[in-house]
Structure formats: structure tokens, C-alpha cells
């Protein structure tokens, strides 16, 4: 019995650490995505913004 609670114990932390490794990984596409958002909003929001010019530049 008290096996089958040690294996049960294991596989719960596993799956603690699977989900924090998860949880890391989708918190850092959301930093990394504000940031994207935060500079295409600077580039729309300036008084002299010219589409024609910054898809030149690209």
C-alpha cells in the first residue's frame, strides 16, 4: 500500500514539473509577444509613420 502511495507521489511531481515547464515556456511567448505588440504599436502610433517606407526598409 504504501508503495502504490510513493508511486502515486512520484508521478504527481512529475507532473507538477511537466506543467511548470509548460507554464515557463507559455509565459515567455506572452513577454515575447507583448514586446512585438508593444513595438508594431510605437510604429503605428508615430505621427510619422509611412507604410510605403518601413516596408521599404525591410
Not at 511537466?18 to 510605437?42: C, I, P, Y
Amino acid at each position: 500500500m504504501y508503495k502504490k502511495h510513493l508511486e502515486f507521489k512520484h508521478k504527481m511531481q512529475n507532473n507538477n514539473s511537466d506543467a511548470h515547464k509548460q507554464l515557463a515556456e507559455t509565459n515567455a511567448q506572452v513577454l515575447a509577444l507583448k514586446e512585438r505588440v508593444q513595438t508594431l504599436e510605437a510604429i503605428v502610433t508615430d505621427s510619422s509613420f509611412s507604410v510605403k517606407d518601413e516596408i521599404n526598409k525591410l
